[in-house]
């Protein structure tokens, strides 16, 4: 005599909904983890090509620098020579110097003096006389190492064109003074003088 109770419709019914709902869960966990890893490989290839794509080129190294090579020093070339010998004076120049350092210090030049005779009255023009011309011409005289008038001009005019002519003309002629001294010796040098024209003096 068997223990086991028969089963009814509805177990089993229930029973094989639940075999069927358990396969297909089975299935679905089955075929859900083989997409995920299928999907997970086609990444991880996506990912490996765009990596191998995206690599940089590597440059190339720059090439090693020249080995450095050690010129050979310069050849020894001595300093010029820095003595100076300064030319010799020339003979011309150092007897120069020699007379200047020898050379006395000049006496002052003394003024000439009047002749002891006087001096000769010029000629009055006769021209002045009948014009009644007077004035007082200033000479100015270059006298010579005897006293003697070389060179006359007119220093200061008398009005009268004639009456100076006439001063220069007689003083070149004939005076003659005491000639200029530098110390004891007769020097030429130059002198002024004043001579007033006066119809009375030309009238004597």
């Not at 028969?6 to 177990?11: A, D, L, N, R």
């Not at 709902?21 to 083989?34: D, I, K, R």
């Not at 000439?112 to 010029?122: A, I, V």
């Not at 000479?139 to 008398?158: F, H, I, N, R, W």
Request: aromatic share 8%.
């Amino acid at each position: 005599m068997s223990y086991n109770a028969k089963k009814t419709t509805g177990e089993r019914s229930t029973g094989f909904i639940v075999v069927v709902v358990f396969h297909a869960l089975l299935f679905w966990g089955l075929a859900n983890g083989l997409a995920q890893n299928a999907v997970k490989k086609l990444d991880q290839i996506l990912e490996t090509k765009v990596v191998e794509e995206e690599k940089p080129i590597e440059k190339e190294p720059p090439p090693p620098p020249p080995p450095e090579t050690k010129l050979p020093p310069p050849d020894f070339v001595p300093p010029p020579s820095l003595d100076f010998v300064p030319d010799a004076p020339a003979p011309a120049a150092i007897q120069n110097v020699q007379r200047e350092v020898a050379k006395p210090i000049e006496s002052p030049v003394t003024k000439p003096r009047m002749p002891k005779k006087g001096l000769s009255q010029p000629e009055y023009p006769s021209a002045s006389i009948r014009l009644g011309e007077e004035g007082a011409t200033t000479l100015q005289m270059y006298l010579d190492e005897t006293g003697k008038v070389v060179q006359a001009t007119v220093k200061e005019s008398s009005g009268s064109e004639r009456l100076d002519e006439a001063g220069v003309k007689w003083a070149l002629r004939n005076w003659k003074f005491e000639p200029c001294l530098q110390g004891e010796k007769p020097v030429a040098c130059w002198h002024s003088m004043k001579y007033v024209w006066k119809i009375q003096d030309a009238k004597k």
